[in-house]
């Protein structure tokens, strides 16, 4: 991720873009009626945007066909859920397609499914599942963008060893091989991020509390936790 223009084969990059399909425009959907419902939403939905689109511009190269970086969807997807973050995910994907050549239209539904539909529902389920066993916020997203983002290169690892199966081993194979060599820099990739996103987050309870509150994020009564 980002896979990069004519990479995969033209079946396997129809078939992701038709899976993508369904989570963007349940995103839009949800995307309208949290900016219709919320219009002071605007200003922190551009925030979360931003902050994917440049910390997903940070490529560092891993594989032929593709590179590693951060994601930046576990922000989003903590403050608006996973649906919203499958538009901005994948609205950011297109602008880099067509801006800065990474990735490609016709890769533009595999990375999507990647990096704007399962990073942040891996990462927000994350968040969840440790938010109910009462950990700290703080503790939480980072664990949330952690996941986000780790999860986007598992399954980027899915598509290419699907496409490209190891002659010997197979899909098992090639995942193993595809798996190993991005894990040398997303590890830490994702802990870096992981570490970032809880300064926005802090810098977002100063700034941005009302908005934190008002999306669920924090409440009055649980303030002294939260930080």
């Not at 389920?125 to 916020?137: E, F, K, S, V």
């Not at 980027?156 to 991005?182: H, M, N, R, W, Y």
Request: proline share 6%; glycine share 10%; net charge positive.
């Amino acid at each position: 991720m980002h896979i990069a223009e004519g990479y995969l084969p033209p079946v396997h990059a129809a078939a992701w873009s038709v899976a993508a399909a369904p989570f963007v425009v349940h995103g839009v959907r949800a995307l309208t009626r949290e900016v219709r419902a919320n219009p002071e939403s605007t200003l922190l939905l551009g925030a979360s945007g931003a902050f994917t689109f440049v910390l997903s511009a940070l490529k560092l190269p891993s594989v032929t066909g593709s590179c590693s970086h951060p994601t930046g969807t576990g922000l989003g997807a903590i403050l608006f859920r996973p649906p919203v973050m499958a538009v901005l995910g994948t609205i950011t994907l297109l602008f880099q397609a067509l801006l800065l050549a990474h990735g490609g239209l016709t890769t533009l539904g595999a990375n999507a499914f990647s990096m704007a539909i399962v990073g942040p529902w891996a990462g927000y389920g994350a968040y969840r599942l440790l938010r109910r066993c009462a950990a700290p916020l703080m503790v939480s997203v980072f664990f949330g963008a952690f996941v986000a983002d780790l999860s986007t290169y598992c399954v980027t690892s899915v598509q290419l060893a699907l496409a490209f199966p190891d002659p010997g081993s197979g899909v098992a194979g090639a995942l193993a091989k595809f798996g190993g060599i991005f894990a040398v820099t997303q590890v830490p990739l994702a802990v870096s991020e992981g570490l970032l996103t809880v300064l926005v987050m802090r810098l977002l309870m100063q700034s941005s509390k009302g908005d934190l509150a008002r999306l669920g994020v924090v409440s009055v009564r649980k303030e002294a936790v939260a930080r």
